[in-house]
């Protein structure tokens, strides 16, 4: 495939041939400060809240690249608020089976149609806050197994699409504990699982030069509102945190089944 950086290495040039600047680069921009004030509140949303429209503007393949690289600047951002609050036994083998999927899901990533896998991104995001919407919460315990089995399917989502949130927050929203819990679980989930996507990215030669770039220029503000959105986490009610992190993602899953 024309473009990919194969095991890490660039391209001659140090800048794509292409243009960046453009109207797709701007809107992108727009959803990039949205993302983060959410990825900061509430400590997840945000690649749910890019990967629909960045798809729609970049292409699936680049989607999920461009999101794991920006997610990796705020993960540390917010990781080391967030380590002492998170439940370990339960994060770590859900991790770890999310991490042993990936490869499946870069598989996926790579076969499957762009315009299906498109629309697939937004009903899955808005089949996620249909069910956070009903009320159902999860009243017994977390099992190993169904965490195992929680962190398979994740991982294979978020190397084909970038979201591997859906099952683990339907998991540990619907669950009894605490807003403040909760946030630690998800960035401290998400901080491992980072890790292991990029390194499967770069050995199937998905890290493309121009997504590098794109990434270069939207993390920026996208950590400069994840620390804003952490800043209004404080002063926030844990209802007010649900219902922000709820409608928001429902705008942005109609738009790309709407769009």
């Known amino acids: 495939m024309q473009g990919l950086v194969r095991r890490g290495m660039f ?12 109207t797709n680069l701007a809107i992108a921009g727009a959803v990039t400060v949205v993302a983060g004030l959410m990825r900061g509140f509430a400590g997840f949303g945000s690649a749910m809240a890019m990967a629909p429209v960045f798809a729609i503007l970049f292409g699936p393949a680049e989607m999920v690249v461009l999101v794991m690289l920006m997610e990796l600047g705020v993960t540390v951002q917010l990781v080391p608020g ?42 899955v995001v808005l089949a996620f806050v249909l069910f956070l919407i009903s009320g159902w919460r ?14 398979l399917v994740s991982g294979t989502m978020m190397a084909t699409t ?22 630690a679980n998800i960035i401290c989930y998400f901080g491992v699982t980072e890790i292991f996507l990029l390194a499967v990215m770069f050995t199937a030669g998905l890290v493309g030069e121009t997504g590098v770039w794109r990434a270069v220029i939207l993390t920026p503000p996208f950590m400069f509102a994840a620390w804003l959105g952490s800043r209004l986490f404080r002063e926030s009610s844990e209802r007010l945190y649900r219902r ?13 089944l709407l769009r």
């Open 82 to 123: 967030a380590v002492r609050d998170a439940q370990w036994r339960f994060v770590g083998p859900m991790s770890l089976a999310a991490g042993l999927a990936m490869p499946l899901g870069s598989y996926v990533l790579l076969t499957i149609d762009p315009a299906l896998l498109s629309r697939l991104v937004a009903a």
């Open 244 to 256: 922000v992190a709820l409608a928001f993602l429902a705008v942005v899953a109609l738009y790309g």
């Open 138 to 151: 999860y009243a017994g315990e977390k099992k190993l197994s169904i965490t195992l089995g929680l962190g």
């Open 11 to 22: 391209a001659d040039s140090l800048l794509p041939e292409m243009s960046l600047f453009d």
């Open 162 to 183: 970038s979201m591997g949130g859906p099952p683990v927050l339907t998991y540990m929203l619907a669950g009894q504990d605490k807003a403040r819990t909760n946030r």
